[in-house]
Structure formats: C-alpha cells, structure tokens
C-alpha cells in the first residue's frame, strides 16, 4: 500500500493537529467519500477555504485516487460550470445562500468545519491506497479562458509530483521546515505550491484562512514559518504595512516583476534576498525562478533561470526557435511537470503539442545576464490582477443587464499593487448605482467576488470607432487615465 503523504502537523487558527490524529480523520472521510460514490478517477469539486477541513479532504481524495478539482472560495457560478464540465461525483462547497444555484447538480455537500466533515465521514477507515500508476490523473488546475469560461489543465501524479521536487530541491524543502499557506487554496500557489509542498517534504503546514498582511507577519513569527509562496500583490501589502518580519528563509512571489521600489522594501522587510520571484502557471509549474543567493538586481528585474528539469525557448509569431541571441518572443516550456492537455476545451490555439512543448501564450524577455523576465501575455484578452486572471467578457454580459446600465467595456489599468487592476467602464442614462448596487447585483449573477471591478468608471457615452462598433482602444485609454478609486 502507498503510504500517504502528510505534513507533520498542521496550525489553523487555535487548532493544532498532529500527523497521527490527521491521518485518522482522513481515513474516516475517505471511508464516508467511498460511501458516497468517489473512488479511484472520481472528480470532485471542492470551494471552500483554506482551512484544516481541506487539507482533510484534498488527502482522503487522494487516498481514493480520486481527482482534485480546486477553486477559490466562494467561486459560486464556477463551481457550477466546472462540475458540469468535468461530469464531478461530488461537489464540495463551504457557505450556500441559495442551493438552486447548482441547477441540477444535486450531488453536494456544505463543509464548513470539523464538525461538518465529521458529518460526512465513515465509521469505519477506508483501506484504499493511491493508485500505484504515476498517469493517473489527480488534479484539474482551473483558470479562466478569455471568455469567461473556465479551463482545467489535466494533471497527472507525475506532472504535479515533478512540479513539486522541483520546488522542494531548489529551495530545499525538507521536514525541518514549516509552510505558510497564506493564498487561496483554490489557486496553484495555496494548493500545489503550499498545502501539496508540505505534505509532499513532510514539513509543519500553518494555514492563514483570509489573507491579512498583519496576521500574516504574527503567523511567520509565532510559528517560526520559513517558507511560504504567495502572489506578488500579497508581498507589495507586507512591505506597505512596513512591519519588519524575521524568520523566513524564503518567500516565494508568483506573478508579476517585483521591480527594485519592492525589492529594496522587502529584504528591509524581510531580510536580504528572501523574496524572490518565480513564474508557475498552472499548466506547467514553477518553469522559471530565482536561485537562493541571486542578486537583488537579479530578483528586481527577472523572473530567473530556468528551473531544473525544465527546458525553456522562445519562439516567434509563427512559433518558430529564435536564436539564443533574440531578446524577446514568446515562452514555450518542455518538462515533466508540464499538464497532458486542457479538459473539454476547443483548444484552437493549440497550446499543448504532441512533442511535449506547452506555448505559454506569454511574452518573454532575455536580459544581458541570461536570465528571463516575462512581461505579459502574448494575446491580450485577459486582465491578470493579483495572479488571478480576469475575463472582461464575463463581466461586461453581467454588468449590461444591470436595470441602470446602459452598456458596459472592461479594461485593464496598470497597478503598482495588483499589476493591473479591472476598470469597469459604463454608461448609466438613468442615473447611476451605487457601487454597493453592483457588487450586490454581480453577486446574484454568480461572478466570483475575485472579478469585481476595482473601479467604476461612469460616462456619458462610450467612444466608437468610424465602424460605430465600441473603440476598445480609446476606452483602454480612459482606464488608464482614471487613478481616483
């Protein structure tokens, strides 16, 4: 039998679960999940947030070979669509105001804390084991397409365990350590590159179940944490907050450059070369990343070398090899850690190819020192705010059915913090809402509270081109222009 793969403990809030005590309530859950018809292959979708009850759970599927299906908390109408999408056995949700939401789907269940999972749980221990198979699949990482609509990147056991050496060896992840999940466990970064790295090396887990930079900063000290990953906005709230953090060995910021302003605010936050940049999409992993000891000119304007395992080009429009003197294309990546395919998706942009290659659709630059710094996507349909990717189109079919919304143009605004933030531009001819109005509105339409726009931007009509269709280019220019809210 395969033996199952846990932190040493576990620290949620006043919580403290022991490897023992852990491995119990994962062999009872995963007895009561048998009885509910999830076993080996099985798709279950899981929203709720990062807490102890999800590392239960992501650990009894795994037990039953099942297949995890993560997403941010409170992702509503996407738990919907992708429970579709993937045909799920079960979905896994914490708050529900309104059952109906799931249409059909009544193969739910409500988890909010232990108590809940006890609810659920077998009387009895399961005795399955993971499937000694490496392609098996055992996570679906989903993000948004450019219309809104999710995509899930089919991962195998090899991929996502390849993935996770890569971080445990580079970084030297061991048991000695203890992870600070302080992201969404519905993302990469909180589940691959947090809860899965630490039951992976064995390490002490802390759990941090609403992101604040303050409770994050008691966290790290209280608990002695050394390694945490986090998005780059989060690192930009640490370093705002001003409060000097000891302790980390390494702070791992997914996303965007840090630039120097942000590096020189963090090793003064956090001591000298802990943050650093690295670059893990959820369709291939941690590709690119600063090795410990880089310098700060290095970490400041680079997103690193290539990861070991990992081969990297960069290639043209036409997606042919540049030649190793080029200084910008896009990425192409090649390694084991790289997802087999998309789930149920008109994949027309062929992303995945038969030779192993992933297109990352990202533009990559190459600086003088052999590192690479990439600088956004390739085909700009997306807003990319906090790491977490923004489809305009969604948001613009919710917000031109609102009873005072005339029409409605999403667009991106750079931001120090997020990178870029998502301007909602609208014409309002019967006066305008409130923005409480709206939030409340996107709400009852199921748009996760992770697409709302940071700004409402109100005028009088939207500029249009000689074709009279809407000039998405002026309207651009107006977000950026907008610095107030």
Same mark, same amino acid.
């Given at each position: 039998?395969?033996?199952?793969?846990?932190?040493?403990?576990? +620290?949620?809030?006043?919580?403290? $679960?022991?490897?023992?005590? @852990?491995? *119990? =309530?994962?062999? %009872?859950?995963? /007895?009561?999940? #048998?009885?509910?018809?999830?076993?080996?292959?099985?798709?279950?979708?899981?929203?709720?947030?990062?807490?102890?009850?999800?590392?239960?759970?992501?650990?009894?599927?795994?037990?039953?070979?099942?297949?995890?299906?993560?997403?941010?908390?409170?992702?509503?109408?996407?738990?919907?669509?992708?429970?579709?999408?993937?045909?799920?056995? +079960?979905?896994?949700?914490?708050? $529900?105001?309104?059952?109906? @939401?799931? *249409? =059909?789907?009544? %193969?739910?269940? /409500?988890?909010? #804390?232990?108590?809940?999972?006890?609810?659920?749980?077998?009387?009895?221990?399961?005795?399955?084991?993971?499937?000694?198979?490496?392609?098996?699949?055992?996570?679906?990482?989903?993000?948004?397409?450019?219309?809104?609509?999710?995509?899930?990147?089919?991962?195998?056991?090899?991929?996502?365990?390849?993935?996770?050496?890569?971080?445990?060896?580079?970084?030297?992840?061991?048991?000695?350590?203890?992870? @600070?999940?302080?992201?969404?466990?519905?993302?990469?970064?909180?589940?691959?590159?947090?809860?899965?790295?630490?039951?992976?090396?064995?390490?002490?887990?802390?759990?941090?179940?609403?992101?604040?930079?303050?409770?994050?900063?008691?966290?790290?000290?209280?608990?002695?944490?050394?390694?945490?990953?986090?998005?780059?906005?989060?690192?930009?709230?640490?370093?705002?907050?001003?409060?000097?953090?000891?302790?980390?060995?390494?702070?791992?910021?997914?996303?965007?450059?840090?630039?120097?302003?942000?590096?020189?605010?963090?090793?003064?936050?956090?001591?000298?070369?802990?943050?650093?940049?690295?670059?893990?999409?959820?369709?291939?992993?941690?590709?690119?990343?600063?090795?410990?000891?880089?310098?700060?000119?290095?970490?400041?304007?680079?997103?690193?070398?290539?990861?070991?395992?990992?081969?990297?080009?960069?290639?043209?429009?036409?997606?042919?090899?540049?030649?190793?003197?080029?200084?910008?294309?896009?990425?192409?990546?090649?390694?084991?850690?790289?997802?087999?395919?998309?789930?149920?998706?008109?994949?027309?942009?062929?992303?995945?190819?038969?030779?192993?290659?992933?297109?990352?659709?990202?533009?990559?630059?190459?600086?003088?020192?052999?590192?690479?710094?990439?600088?956004?996507?390739?085909?700009?349909?997306?807003?990319?705010?906090?790491?977490?990717?923004?489809?305009?189109?969604?948001?613009?079919?919710?917000?031109?059915?609102?009873?005072?919304?005339?029409?409605?143009?999403?667009?991106?605004?750079?931001?120090?913090?997020?990178?870029?933030?998502?301007?909602?531009?609208?014409?309002?001819?019967?006066?305008?809402?409130?923005?409480?109005?709206?939030?409340?509105?996107?709400?009852?339409?199921?748009?996760?509270?992770?697409?709302?726009?940071?700004?409402?931007?109100?005028?009088?009509?939207?500029?249009?081109?000689?074709?009279?269709?809407?000039?998405?280019?002026?309207?651009?220019?107006?977000?950026?222009?907008?610095?107030?809210?």
């Amino acid at each position: 039998m395969t033996e199952l793969a846990l932190p040493s403990e576990i +620290l949620d809030g006043d919580l403290v $679960v022991g490897r023992e005590q @852990l491995a *119990g =309530d994962v062999a %009872r859950l995963a /007895s009561g999940l #048998a009885d509910r018809g999830v076993g080996a292959g099985a798709a279950v979708v899981v929203s709720i947030p990062t807490s102890y009850e999800f590392v239960v759970l992501d650990r009894a599927l795994d037990q039953l070979g099942a297949v995890m299906v993560n997403l941010p908390a409170g992702s509503r109408r996407e738990v919907g669509q992708v429970a579709r999408m993937v045909d799920s056995t +079960l979905i896994v949700v914490g708050e $529900v105001d309104d059952p109906h @939401l799931f *249409g =059909d789907l009544d %193969r739910w269940v /409500s988890v909010r #804390a232990a108590s809940d999972l006890a609810a659920i749980s077998g009387t009895g221990v399961s005795s399955a084991a993971a499937p000694v198979s490496e392609d098996e699949v055992t996570w679906l990482a989903c993000g948004n397409g450019s219309t809104g609509t999710p995509r899930a990147a089919v991962h195998t056991r090899r991929s996502l365990a390849s993935a996770l050496r890569v971080l445990q060896e580079i970084y030297q992840v061991g048991s000695d350590d203890t992870v @600070l999940v302080a992201a969404d466990v519905g993302t990469e970064i909180g589940f691959r590159d947090g809860v899965r790295l630490a039951c992976r090396s064995g390490a002490r887990l802390v759990l941090q179940r609403v992101f604040d930079p303050g409770v994050a900063a008691d966290l790290i000290e209280r608990h002695r944490c050394t390694i945490a990953a986090v998005p780059t906005a989060y690192l930009y709230d640490m370093v705002a907050a001003g409060r000097k953090v000891r302790g980390l060995r390494q702070l791992l910021c997914e996303g965007r450059l840090l630039g120097e302003e942000l590096t020189n605010g963090a090793d003064d936050i956090f001591g000298s070369g802990v943050a650093t940049p690295y670059f893990a999409p959820l369709e291939c992993g941690p590709c690119l990343g600063c090795p410990p000891g880089a310098s700060a000119d290095q970490r400041a304007h680079s997103h690193g070398v290539a990861m070991p395992g990992y081969s990297l080009e960069i290639v043209d429009a036409d997606e042919q090899p540049l030649p190793p003197a080029a200084l910008e294309g896009e990425l192409v990546v090649r390694a084991p850690g790289v997802a087999l395919r998309y789930l149920m998706r008109n994949d027309t942009e062929q992303q995945f190819h038969s030779d192993g290659r992933f297109m990352t659709r990202e533009r990559v630059r190459r600086l003088p020192d052999g590192s690479l710094a990439v600088s956004g996507m390739r085909d700009k349909n997306l807003i990319v705010r906090d790491g977490y990717a923004v489809a305009p189109r969604e948001l613009e079919d919710a917000l031109s059915v609102h009873p005072k919304v005339g029409r409605a143009v999403v667009s991106g605004r750079a931001d120090r913090r997020s990178g870029e933030a998502v301007v909602a531009v609208l014409t309002a001819p019967e006066g305008q809402p409130e923005r409480g109005e709206i939030e409340r509105w996107l709400a009852e339409c199921g748009i996760s509270r992770l697409k709302w726009p940071d700004r409402l931007l109100f005028v009088e009509q939207l500029p249009v081109g000689e074709d009279g269709k809407i000039d998405r280019a002026a309207v651009s220019e107006l977000a950026g222009q907008d610095a107030s809210g």
